[in-house]
């Protein structure tokens, strides 16, 4: 049984993916083969409007499920730790984060 999976690192100025084909034995269900058929990162520029930063995501990942077709996908779980004494705030970036696996959901 081959499955076509693609994961995400969510984020709105830098968002990775990676499209991969496991192979599993239907007998042992033991991975047979895993095999990369592409992965990258969309980068947009933060002097681009919200609304094209947004587009140009969302028709990467389109392309990638119309290119590949997958059976599977997975984002990352956000983790963000408690802010430090003299930190920078992470309340922006979190919102931004949030706007990207919002459009990839």
Same mark, same amino acid.
């Given at each position: 049984? #081959? ?6 690192? /969510? ?12 192979? $599993?034995?239907? %007998?042992? !269900?033991? +991975?047979?083969?895993? #095999? ?5 990162? $969309? ?16 028709? #990467? +990942?389109?392309? %990638? ?5 997958? /059976?599977?996908?997975?984002?990352? #779980? %956000?983790?963000?730790? /408690?802010?430090? /004494? ?17 459009? !990839?959901?």
């Amino acid at each position: 049984m #081959k499955i076509i999976s693609i994961g995400i690192d /969510q984020g709105i100025a830098n968002c990775g993916y990676g499209c991969v084909e496991v192979e $599993i034995d239907d %007998l042992s !269900l033991a +991975i047979v083969s895993l #095999k990369t058929l592409e992965y990258g990162v $969309i980068v947009t520029k933060s002097d681009t409007p919200m609304s094209l930063r947004a587009t140009n995501i969302v028709a #990467k +990942i389109t392309s %990638l499920v119309n290119d590949h077709n997958p /059976q599977a996908m997975g984002c990352e #779980k %956000l983790f963000f730790s /408690q802010p430090r /004494q003299g930190g920078r705030n992470k309340s922006a970036s979190m919102l931004y984060t949030n706007m990207a696996t919002g459009l !990839l959901y």
